[in-house]
């Protein structure tokens, strides 16, 4: 069965770290473009990051220089390193391909900034 799994949320307080993980199959994984997408209490899921397979990334205003996207191709495992986060961070995340699937979201990780 094709999978995503996320994990590496929790609680934070604002300028703290988190890591994230997506764990996936190689078929969703291997050639793609893949991305972190987030989904705030109200608001509509939003493109964070993505990365291609060969290096090339991007991020969205909000957390460029704060956050950090790596993949291990060997392990098809996406990262996302947050860093100096702050309360506008929290937000349930999700990995999936960039533009993303519709067959592909999992259950996300949430992350909680709060004092």
């Known amino acids: 069965q094709v999978q995503l799994v996320e994990s590496g949320g929790g609680l934070v307080q604002p300028g703290g770290s988190l890591r994230l993980s997506c764990a996936t199959s190689?078929?969703?994984?291997?050639?793609?473009?893949m991305g972190w997408y987030r989904q705030a209490p109200g608001k509509q899921r939003e493109l964070v990051a993505w990365?291609?397979?060969?290096?090339?990334?991007a991020y969205i205003d909000s957390v460029k220089g704060r956050f950090t996207i790596s993949r291990d191709n060997a392990e098809n495992t996406v990262y996302l390193q947050m860093d100096s986060l702050k309360p506008e961070d929290t937000a349930v995340y999700y990995c999936?391909?960039?533009?993303?699937?519709?067959?592909?979201w999992g259950q996300g990780t949430q992350v909680t900034v709060s004092s």
């Open positions: 999936n391909q960039y533009p993303p699937s519709t067959h592909y």
């Open positions: 190689g078929s969703i994984f291997r050639g793609y473009v």
């Open positions: 990365m291609a397979s060969g290096g090339a990334s």
